[in-house]
């Protein structure tokens, strides 16, 4: 039986001819217009022909496309994608619009699709149909009102005669690469992501040409890195600062991981496990790995993937240092208003500032990468085709929730097979990946260790002892924190840390902090630096904080205490006691009580981890403890099986992208809101607004700012707070309420409480 998958390469129409409807070149034109255009004014005044919006598109994404090894299909998908603009009903649009007249929105899509599609078949009808309002469905039928048989020869006549350079075009036929065809036959999934990163390409270079436009600038690309220079930079930078910190017992095993991942640089592109434990610097090893790997390989960025917003804010500050900050982009969930996809004149220019990820080094989030990955709107799926060629780190893997993993690690191999990607994976609790599906399945796919012998590494970095303790109520919870001059506290839910922070502020607790993501950026930063000051001279610090503290955050206490959680979160958090061993031994406890929630997601592995750990005789640190846990609970959770995931990755298959886009790493959306009380927030806000209101497209750089400013908020709490909140820009809301200088946002507030 035929896949409707592979009639698309053997059944495709070449299209009808030209008709006898043609008309001449200037018929398309609006009256008194020398030349069809593609944009309004912009800043200066002018209007954007449309001749040079398509063939300066086309350079911008043949660019792109020989990344992806098929230069000349995004060529003449840029040079063609807005051919639809030529005729009189659009450039009348233009017209009206520009001069604040509501008039419908014409089609111009889908003529520049079907030409296309005469060269580059299905797929490329996707590519530039999609390239405004997102990706379509394979076989998704037209609209009546933009199938016009009669008008897309007209387009294509007037294009011929606009863009004489379509002639041998259109002459030399078939565009499509040799490995799509094979992949529509071998790994349809395969073929799924070649048409998302050309339309990547696709899109990237219309907003960049676009914004150029609108700017009265020329389109800015970064120039491509120099690695090696910028490997010996980070050398350097790093040995003047290990040289000026305090000696550490465990130094010498850094030293060896660091030696292993230099080591490890030299082998081909691939996929890499780097197990190592907290405190092993293993966060700045993965990058000097990263760094040679590249400058080895001739790779093209690095791209971290870490799980929280606190650790991009804490790495990306730590790669500035190392790296410069001019070569260090942050960009992540936290403000991203091109996410409306708005394309109307005005403010809706802000989604010309989209990010792009063009940088040598990007600090992003998981969810940022992966749904990003899988979306079909261009304002996410633009920067893709910065994913080839990449070495991507994914930092702290454990935090990936198991429910969505066949159809990253699905991703993930396609990105490594067929894109010249190298994933490293990095983590303390490294898990099985190996074992499921997707990688099991592929006979090709090889991972490869970085480190020879974790557990050495593990047992040289055991830093402290682990009690399992129950308590009875929160009350006790902070009779434990109070007893303790330094001391952590990391518990499941926001509503439990600010219950216990609330309850100690109570007791006029000294040296009393709190950290969650209902506080911005920039105060959990300052927290964490008000920490790290009153631990290193000695001063009382009783920390209360959310699970963002227990991966990668460089912290060190003496005493831990957790609420029970899965194996791989109390192993994360266990790093943060005793982390510099200067201590003969620190002191991890567990807590277990009726009060202290526990998340849905963390049910099965809570009781998979008090089967495997909470015996004595375990060790939560075991490397072959940790994969005997890891193999038990994806069993248990039959994540192969996962009915979501199966859904998704057959709609993969079948290249139905509106379906793929619903795929979200988080079941509960998120809105990002800039607290406007926030020091500076205000100012940034009114920046934005003045080159708006003045016609300009501010550069991605300035809505970056606002994550300083930065809370997301559950979508399901918004109806309590809506009171508070405005949308004083395109997609930016603002939080107009009261912010509590120790907890933050509170979801649960009236107007009238008294906590404010």
């Known amino acids: 039986m035929t896949s409707p998958l592979m009639v698309c390469f053997v059944c495709f129409s070449t299209g009808s001819s030209v008709g006898d409807g043609v008309f001449a070149a200037d018929s398309v034109l609006a009256e008194g217009m020398a030349e069809p255009w593609a944009h309004s004014c912009n800043i200066r005044g002018e209007r954007h022909c449309l001749v040079d919006h398509l063939r300066g598109t086309a350079e911008l994404a043949a660019g792109f496309g020989s990344e992806l090894g098929w230069k000349r299909l995004c060529y003449v998908a840029g040079l063609v994608h807005d051919v639809g603009k030529i005729v009189r009903p659009w450039q009348d649009y233009l017209l009206a619009s520009e001069a604040g007249v509501s008039v419908a929105t014409i089609n111009h899509k889908t003529s520049g699709a079907n030409l296309f599609a005469r060269l580059a078949r299905e797929p490329g009808r996707l590519m530039i149909e999609g390239h405004h309002s997102g990706i379509p469905d394979f076989g998704e039928p037209a609209s009546e009102e933009s199938t016009n048989p009669d008008r897309d020869s007209e387009v294509e006549t007037a294009a011929r005669l606009l863009l004489p350079e379509l002639d041998d075009i259109l002459a030399a036929g078939d565009l499509i690469p040799d490995r799509w065809s094979q992949w529509s036959r071998a790994d349809p999934a395969a073929l799924e992501m070649a ?7 696709l899109v990237d270079a219309d907003f960049l040409d676009t914004a150029a436009h609108f700017n009265a600038t020329q389109a800015h690309l970064a120039p491509a890195t120099d690695f090696a220079a910028l490997h010996a930079r980070f050398t350097e930078a790093l040995g003047q600062e290990l040289s000026g910190r305090r000696p550490s017992p465990v130094d010498a095993l850094r030293a060896s991981l660091l030696e292993d991942c230099l080591t490890a640089a030299d082998c081909a592109p691939g996929i890499f496990r780097l197990p190592a434990p907290t405190g092993s610097g293993k966060t700045i090893s993965a990058v000097a790995f990263a760094l040679a790997h590249a400058a080895r390989h001739g790779l093209r960025r690095i791209i971290v993937a870490v799980p929280f917003l606190s650790i991009t804010e804490q790495n990306a500050a730590v790669y500035r240092r190392l790296i410069g900050d001019e070569n260090v982009v ?12 708005r394309t109307q004149s005005g403010l809706g220019r802000v989604k010309y500032g989209a990010e792009n990820w063009d940088a040598p080094f ?18 996410r799926t633009r920067k893709l085709h910065r994913l080839a060629n990449a070495v991507i780190i994914l930092d702290e893997v454990q935090a990936i929730p198991p429910r969505v993993l066949p159809v990253i690690l699905d991703g993930l191999r396609i990105l490594q097979q067929h894109f010249g990607a190298t994933i490293v994976l990095s983590s303390a609790t490294q898990p099985a990946w190996d074992l499921i599906g997707p990688w099991k399945q592929s006979k090709r796919l090889e991972v490869r260790d970085i480190v020879g012998d974790p557990t050495r590494l593990y047992t040289g970095l055991r830093r402290s002892s682990v009690e399992w303790a129950m308590v009875d109520s929160l009350a006790s919870v902070a009779d ?79 005493v831990v205490l957790r609420s029970l959680a899965p194996a791989e979160n109390l192993s994360q958090a266990r790093g943060r006691c005793n982390r510099e061993g200067h201590l003969a031994s620190g002191r991890f406890v567990v807590l277990i009580s009726p009060e202290l929630s526990i998340l849905d997601a963390y049910q099965v592995g809570v009781a998979k981890t008090r089967q495997h750990f909470e015996a004595p005789s375990v060790d939560l640190d075991a490397p072959d403890a940790m994969r005997r846990y890891y193999a038990d609970l994806y069993a248990t959770l039959d994540i192969d099986g996962f009915q979501e995931a199966r859904e ?21 959306d998120a809105t990002t809101v800039v607290v406007a009380s926030a020091p500076g927030a205000e100012a940034v806000l009114t920046d934005l607004t003045r080159q708006m209101d003045a016609g300009a497209a501010p550069a991605p750089d300035r809505f970056r700012r606002l994550q300083e400013f930065s809370v997301s908020i559950p979508t399901a709490a918004l109806p309590r707070v809506a009171s508070y909140l405005v949308e004083e820009l395109p997609g930016i809301w603002v939080w107009r309420g009261a912010y509590d200088t120790l907890t933050g946002i509170s979801l649960d507030t009236t107007p009238h409480d008294s906590v404010w």
Not at 503 to 520: C, K
Not at 661 to 667: G, H, L, Q
């Open 195 to 201: 048409v998302r990163m050309s339309h990547s390409a």
């Open 330 to 341: 942050e960009h992540h969930s936290g403000v991203d208003p091109a996410s409306k996809d």
């Open 362 to 379: 990007v600090v992003t989030t998981t969810v940022q990468l992966f749904e990003s990955l899988f979306s079909n709107r261009p304002s």
């Open 480 to 558: 434990m924190v109070t007893a303790e001059p330094a001391v952590l506290a990391i518990v499941n839910t926001t509503a439990n840390a600010r219950d216990v922070a609330l309850e100690l502020r109570d007791r006029a607790t000294e040296g009393l902090f709190h950290l969650s993501t209902r506080m911005y950026a920039g105060h959990r930063r300052a927290v964490l630096s008000q920490v790290r000051e009153r631990l290193a001279v000695g001063l009382p610090v009783r920390l209360v904080s959310t699970q963002l503290v227990e991966a990668g955050v460089d912290l060190d206490f003496p």
């Open 648 to 668: 998704i990755q057959d709609a993969r298959r079948h290249l139905r992208y509106r379906r793929v886009a619903e795929f979200r790493m988080i079941r509960d």
